[in-house]
């Protein structure tokens, strides 16, 4: 502490927020979900030959969601940013990495500084401040870790209950709940202001006309149709708020 005397808050945050020690301990977290990952799709490979599934069909799934990641990918990398220079890049890397939930993130962060009654990243905003508002990110991404840790094994005998072994019926279950979720998503966007209804109602018209008119005559396109309309609502969004911000 003796090193942080004379600096002001937003220094001393700083200082200690990107400390060599958190880089540290954040990427062996960070490298663990790496790792991960690749245990995962080496283990997907690996079952698609057991079962003697046709090569392609694995390989064009992995290209499909990779090219349907970049849109939200984006988006976690600009809060990412906004982040590092509120909470450090350590800390901002690691929730980002293993969580991937912008939005909630950065209000995390948020209530942990209006816990502490200052604005997230201002000058009123202390290392004490900077500690609460870690501790609010984990706090907030344990509910669910935890719940995914011991419901999963219950969820395969709850799918089939429901499902009655129906494969058709399950689909049409799971494409239900896909459109739930994200309808609540949207309409939850839409209550924000009119940047946001702006670029909802853009991503899904732009869907639209790329699934019924482009992917008609250029089938391939049709694995980019998630991507192209995130784009494009990101476009009439940022279009909206620099003609009339």
Same mark, same amino acid.
């Given at each position: 502490? *003796? /090193?942080?005397?004379?600096?002001?808050?937003?220094?001393?945050?700083?200082?200690?927020?990107?400390?060599? !020690?958190?880089?540290?301990?954040?990427?062996? %977290?960070?490298?663990? &979900?790496?790792?991960?990952?690749?245990?995962?799709?080496?283990?997907?490979?690996?079952?698609?030959?057991?079962? /003697?599934?046709?090569?392609?069909?694995?390989?064009?799934?992995?290209?499909?969601?990779?090219?349907?990641?970049?849109?939200?990918?984006? =988006?976690?990398?600009?809060?990412?940013?906004?982040?590092?220079?509120?909470?450090?890049?350590?800390?901002?890397?690691?929730?980002?990495?293993? !969580?991937?939930?912008?939005? %909630? *993130?950065? %209000?995390?962060?948020?209530?942990?500084?209006?816990?502490?009654?200052?604005?997230?990243? &201002?000058?009123?905003? %202390?290392?004490?401040?900077?500690?609460?508002?870690?501790?609010?990110?984990? #706090?907030?991404?344990?509910?669910?870790? #935890?719940?995914?840790?011991?419901?999963?094994?219950?969820?395969?005998?709850?799918?089939?209950?429901? &499902?009655?072994?129906?494969? @058709?019926?399950?689909?049409?279950?799971?494409?239900?709940?896909?459109?739930?979720?994200?309808?609540?998503?949207?309409?939850?966007?839409?209550?924000?202001?009119?940047? /946001?209804? !702006?670029?909802? #109602?853009? =991503?899904?018209?732009?869907?639209?006309?790329?699934?019924?008119?482009?992917?008609? @005559?250029?089938?391939?396109?049709? *694995?980019? &149709?998630?991507?192209?309309?995130?784009?494009?609502?990101?476009?009439?969004?940022?279009?909206?708020?620099?003609?009339? @911000?």
């Amino acid at each position: 502490m *003796e /090193n942080l005397a004379g600096m002001s808050n937003i220094e001393q945050v700083q200082t200690v927020s990107n400390a060599p !020690i958190f880089w540290v301990l954040c990427g062996i %977290t960070v490298a663990l &979900s790496a790792v991960q990952a690749i245990l995962y799709m080496r283990q997907s490979f690996a079952t698609a030959k057991k079962v /003697n599934l046709d090569p392609k069909i694995p390989r064009e799934a992995f290209r499909i969601g990779f090219i349907s990641a970049i849109g939200p990918a984006l =988006g976690v990398f600009i809060v990412m940013v906004g982040l590092m220079a509120s909470i450090g890049g350590p800390m901002a890397w690691l929730r980002l990495s293993i !969580i991937g939930a912008a939005a %909630t *993130e950065l %209000t995390a962060a948020n209530v942990g500084a209006e816990a502490c009654g200052v604005t997230l990243g &201002s000058e009123q905003y %202390t290392l004490v401040c900077l500690a609460v508002s870690w501790f609010t990110m984990a #706090l907030n991404g344990m509910g669910w870790l #935890l719940f995914t840790g011991v419901a999963t094994p219950s969820l395969e005998k709850l799918r089939d209950k429901v &499902s009655g072994g129906d494969m @058709k019926w399950l689909g049409v279950l799971s494409a239900a709940c896909s459109l739930g979720i994200f309808g609540y998503l949207n309409a939850g966007e839409i209550h924000k202001g009119i940047g /946001n209804t !702006i670029a909802v #109602l853009a =991503g899904a018209v732009s869907m639209v006309a790329v699934v019924n008119t482009v992917c008609k @005559k250029h089938p391939k396109l049709l *694995e980019y &149709s998630l991507g192209i309309a995130m784009i494009v609502g990101m476009i009439f969004a940022i279009g909206y708020d620099q003609l009339f @911000k």
